[in-house]
């Protein structure tokens, strides 16, 4: 017969048995004492609003909730090493659940996941916060606003009240620097296009799908705006973490540090959710981006760089 002590030892080794995190829901996860301690480490005085916002953006939708509750937080951590929001209506980061299929044995099995999406306002919020930049900015370019463009010179002349139609014939990136540099840069619509077939990882390449289908012109000024970044802008280590963290599924590993697991290219995005997110992202890695800027559109390419400014008078 157990007796008083031997009852409270065995209550005691169970209250001090180590859970396993990837069994735990996603509540319970956001509740543990380590959890807690990791967004607090990182965000500090204004860890409680922002894990209040992760659960309210969860609760809130029906595919998300649905998402493997480590990737989820492990999204929300990364965004909280930057310091971006991840209200889906601010437009500055995103998690987003993504279906990703792993084929075991002769059977395909689908993993609902959350991924780290980066929009094009959290560009310009990194590059802002760097120091380095004293203007930046990208938009579309619409039937009847343009001048002229000079590649070569980089000159760019349009009227922003002359548009006569709704068709968007081009996207045009603009940055200047503390030190004077400047960079403009301008996208047709067909290079846009090509790029993106390039980049697609669909099987029909040409056809729109998932945020390019829902938001194409955002879409289009974030390809602008990051590709120009990543070739001639100053990147801090904070720019640089962006860029290669975009479009990652990330996991807390045993000792809570955050570790990439797979990149957009293995997935495919619920669509539905992509449409209530208004997401702003691309098919396409933007690692494999950044690593390639050198090879895309070279049309618009200048004989200068950062490297070896021209000269000022």
């Known amino acids: 017969m157990a007796t008083n002590d031997t009852l409270k030892n065995q209550l005691a080794e169970k209250s001090t048995q180590i859970v396993d995190p990837s069994k735990l829901g996603f509540k319970a996860l956001m509740n543990t004492p380590a959890m807690k301690k990791k967004f607090t ?17 969860v609760g809130s939708d029906d595919y998300l ?10 999204s929300a951590l ?7 929001p991840i209200d889906k209506n601010l437009g500055y980061a995103y998690i987003v659940p993504f279906n990703r299929k792993e084929k075991i044995g002769k059977d395909w099995i689908t993993h609902n996941e959350a991924q780290f999406i980066l929009g094009y306002k959290g560009y310009i919020q990194l590059a802002q916060r760097s120091g380095q930049y004293k203007a930046l900015n990208a938009l579309a370019i619409y039937n ?12 760019f002349t349009f009227d922003y009240k002359a548009k006569v139609s709704d068709e968007v014939i081009g996207y045009v990136g603009f940055f200047e620097l503390l030190n004077g540099f400047k960079k403009t840069v301008y996208w047709t619509k067909q290079e846009i296009e090509s790029h993106r077939i390039k980049n697609s990882k669909s099987k029909d390449k040409e056809k729109l799908s998932g945020a390019w289908k ?5 879409m289009a000024i974030k390809t602008v705006l990051r590709n120009m970044l990543a070739k001639w802008g100053l990147l801090s280590v904070e720019m640089q973490s962006a860029i290669t963290s975009d479009e990652k599924v990330f996991r807390v590993d045993d000792n809570n540090d955050l570790i990439e697991e797979i990149d957009l290219s ?26 390639e800027t050198f090879a895309t559109n070279k049309q618009q390419d200048s004989l200068f760089d950062d490297m070896n400014p021209p000269l000022e008078n």
């Open 214 to 218: 829902e938001n194409y012109d955002a």
């Open 144 to 155: 009847g606003q343009l001048i002229d463009w000079n590649p070569l010179t980089e000159e």
């Open 266 to 291: 293995d997935m495919e995005p619920l669509q539905q959710e992509i449409k209530e997110a208004e997401k702003v992202e691309d098919d396409s890695s933007a690692f494999d981006e950044f690593k």
């Open 65 to 74: 909730s649905k998402a493997e509750p480590m990737t989820i937080i492990a």
């Open 41 to 57: 480490d990182i965000l500090h005085e204004k860890s409680d609003s922002f894990m209040g916002s992760l659960m309210t953006l």
């Open 78 to 84: 990364k965004a909280a090493t930057m310091d971006l």
